[in-house]
Each structure stands twice: as structure tokens, then as C-alpha cells.
């Protein structure tokens, strides 16, 4: 290997690009051990969930490497949002081809400095990760905490409680379908390019969804992912063309079927701050877009 | 894909194979929705460690699916056994190449079954995962707890303390070396093959390992392992090349050097009822077998 970088030389470059995100209050052992260990806080459940964004199937490998990384926490945290939780730590593991000019110690010190400014966005601490050789992928484990019994689950919504989604749709669909997503400069990022790269896990709108009787975030496609919720509470639901937000760039197409959003849908008997209303959730089964069936189309890792 | 089989349809298939051992009564919400919840038992901490596993590298691809699935799980589970930690649960994230004659939804369903007698034999519960387009991969995030404040590091050994190991050694890098790994018949697996495919997460080991100094999980050789200890620790460490312990067809080089093995190694001041005594801890730096300065081979992802 070039310049002699061996394995845990590699791990100190990306311990030092971490920096601060590495460690957090509830940290007591983090990077340089068998295991990280927490301390969980009295009187909350712990939320996980893992993903693995694969090079040139999650992201495009010639992307600017803190872009990657940057989105490759959000999009994972994104899961621990729409369970009502706040993120605490992420646990990394990082699969490179050997290095040389494509992938070099610098991208990888790069890539980690893109996951520590989502880390420090949202409060999560890196304190944990392996290091492996194969093809370019990236395996995120994020851990959270929400109150007991207070997890917010795909399968509470009824009929009659209006559908929600915190923010525009399609942006990122968009930038894909249009080829905006290369080439890419990191500090000028035009608005598709931002919806695409710089997904917001959306914590930020814990109140709504602490308050919604369901919810779930927006990774495959909206009509997709309320089909998920639909199917879970035993409902159907009927949406508003009209009413659904479009992101800059963004067709209705892509915001019903494009994936990579990372907005939360929740349905809700309450009043909403954060909110879109697009439809309600509906005793008759199926899913409806003003008045129509609709058919679902999404983002499937393995359809035929 | 073949059958028609997609991303849903599998993730069912997996769900059924796991059975039993995709739930505990720690968990609260399982496999199928954004996240998983489960309920940290009150006075302890979490512990939380990652691995991933690649086709080809850390794993033969044409070797039976449920050796894979059931070694891919306890490796990653050996480093909750050197923290002195007790399983609770993992999520698996799981890259696959699109089915075909190799890699068809039978050979998921059978490394998913291999994972759940893992689980099943340690009492994890394999509770959340993802499913992912891309070159053949597993990672799996290990989830424990262990008493506050009793986590055991690799960085609080001191000089005189006696070195223990917790079983023979070097079994996984001779079937590697004598290229015994393939062919295998699942249900006739030589000493050599069950060393390589069945390492066993010494978590029956927990008595003394609580009572250690420090411990590690010997995954990259004794001699690198043991090194690690070395330096977080601040001190040297003198070994007898008689009282390591040999596994079956294992050389001395195998037991220092070779990789794969998930036995732990521990220092203790205490009598010792699971180890074997290997050397001690020294206050002069640096490692020595039989009184010669050795140096460090052990397994290296990125060496030079």
C-alpha cells in the first residue's frame, strides 16, 4: 500500500478526523477497544437500526468524499427520527478497496470528516467502528433513545387521522433523474444537489411526531412507504396531488415514487407545527390520489 | 430476479428462518419497522461493537450459508465476550449480489438460519437488518450489557499479572493454511473446520474475565492482539512457547500469528478457573517468547 499505511494507522487518521464527534457525556469507552460501551439513560428504550450504502448503487464513488460521508449518517439517523428518538451514537464500518488514487488515506480522512459534521449536527458520537478490505460500501449502526414505551411505530395510524410530511419531496429523485448530481462542487451546491447529498435526519420535528400516531420516514418513495404504513395499521388513505410539496426541480413522479428523500410521513389526530398535510388515512383500503387508485411504485434493492 | 422474489418477499424469508431468535423479552419492537426497541436492563451500560465480513476474505463464498451465517455472528459476538459483557441483541446488515445459481433465496434463508443458532446458543436476539444490492457482504452490529462501570479494557494490565488464554489456538489458521476449509459437509466437520467455522463467543468465560485486569479477543493472532493489550496497558510481556496451547494441527507459528481464533486473552491477579497460563505481564517493554524479543506477524486488512 502506498506510503506504508497500514490498518490501524488508517483508524488513528480517521480517530483524528473525528475529532469531538468521536465522544459524548454518555460515551465511558470509545474508539481503540474490543467494544464501545454507553450509559444508557434511566427511563428510555434504546432505538437501533443499521444500513449500508453501497458505491455507485447509495452514491456515486466519485462524489466528494465528506459529501458521502456526511450523507451516509444522515440517511441512517433518519430511521431513528421517525421513531420519536434522539440519536446518541453510530457505530461505522467501513469496507475500502485498496487504497491508491481513487481512494487514498485523504479521501478517507475526508469521508470521516463528512460523518463527524452530521454527527456534531445532531448531537450522535462516533465511538465505534472496523475497518475491512472488499468493495467501497459503508455500514451505519445508530443508536438512540426515546422515552419507555413511547417508540413511535408504523402501525398505529386510523382512519380519519390526516397524513403529514415534514418537508418537500422529490428533490433528490430529481437530481438523479437529471443527472445533477455530477459533477458536484462541496461548498456550491445547487438546491437539487443539497436534497440529494445533504438529506436532514429530521430530529427537529420530534414534538409532531412524539404527538402523530404513526410515522415513518421516506427512503423508497412516498406512496412506497405510506403502503408500509397502511399495510401495518390496517388502513387505507387518500391523497391530494395539489397538496404535496415538490421540492426545486421536482416532478409529482418523483416525489410519489423517487427514494432518497429522508422526510418523515406521520399521520396525526392532533394539530401539527412542522407539517404538510397531504391526505388523511381512510377506513377503505387502498391508496387513492384524488380519488384514483394508484399503484405503487418505488425503490425496491431487489425487485424483478 | 428469479421467482419473482424481491426485496419484501426476502426479508419475509429471513424473518421465518430466524424464528425464535429474532425476539427476547428485552425487545420491544422487532424486525419491520424504521428501528428496533428494546429496554436496557437499569444499572447496566451498553456495549456496542461492529464487524463486517466479506465474501472471499473473511469467508469462503461457496462454503455452506449457514457456517457462514453462524461464524459471521459469533465473531462479531467475541468482542462483547472481551468486555465481560452479555449478549442482548444484533442487527445484521446484509449486501447481496442479484440471486442467481450461487446466491439464491434459499442460500439467504440458510445463512440466516445458521445466524439464528448463533443467536439461539448465546441468547441474542437478531431483532433488525437491511437488505442491500452490492458484492456479497455481511456486517453485523453486537449489541450487550455488562454491570456500570465493569466493562473490562485492554488498558488496565500491570506488570506481574499472569496471562491467560481461554483455549487452544491457532485451529482456524491451519485449516487456512492447509487449505482444509473447502470442501465442507456441514454436518461432519472436522476438529480443524469446526475451529475455523464454529468459533464459539467465550461468553461461558465471564466469571474470569470479570475478575481480569483486562482482556481482548484474539482475532488478528496472539502475538498483535496481545501487543495491543501491551500498549494500552504501558507495559511488556514475557511468554512460554511450551504453555501455549495448540489446537489440532495447529503449529506454534498458527497459535502467534494466525487470525480467526476468538479465543480471548485476559490478565489476571486472581486464580483462574476457564484459562490457560501463557506468560506474564512485565514492567520491561516490549514482548518476549522464552526469553527472545519477538516480533509482531498478525493479520493486517491494510498491510503493506
Known sequence: MANGVNEFGLIDDITQALGDSATAPWVHVGIGDDAAVMRPRPGFDAVASIDTLVADVHFPMSAPADLIGYRALMVSLSDLAAMAALPRYALVALTLPELGSQISPQWVQQLAQGMAMAAEETGTALCGGNLTRGALSISVSVHGEVEQGQAKL?????????????????????????QQHLPVAPDALSAMQNAYYRPQARFDCRRDIQAASCAIDISDGLLQDLNHVLKASGCGADLRAAAIPLAAGASLEDALSGGDDYQLLFASAESVATGV???????????????????????????A
Not at 155 to 174: D, I, K, M, N, Y
Not at 277 to 303: A, M, N, P, T
Open 154 to 178: 408504523r402501525s398505529s395510524g386510523e382512519p380519519g387521522q390526516r397524513l403529514f410530511v415534514t418537508g418537500a419531496l422529490g428533490g433528490a429523485a430529481a437530481c438523479l433523474r437529471q
Open 277 to 303: 398535510c397531504i391526505g388523511e388515512l381512510s377506513s377503505e383500503l387502498g391508496l387513492r390520489l384524488d380519488g384514483k387508485d394508484v399503484e405503487i411504485h418505488g425503490y425496491q434493492h431487489f425487485s
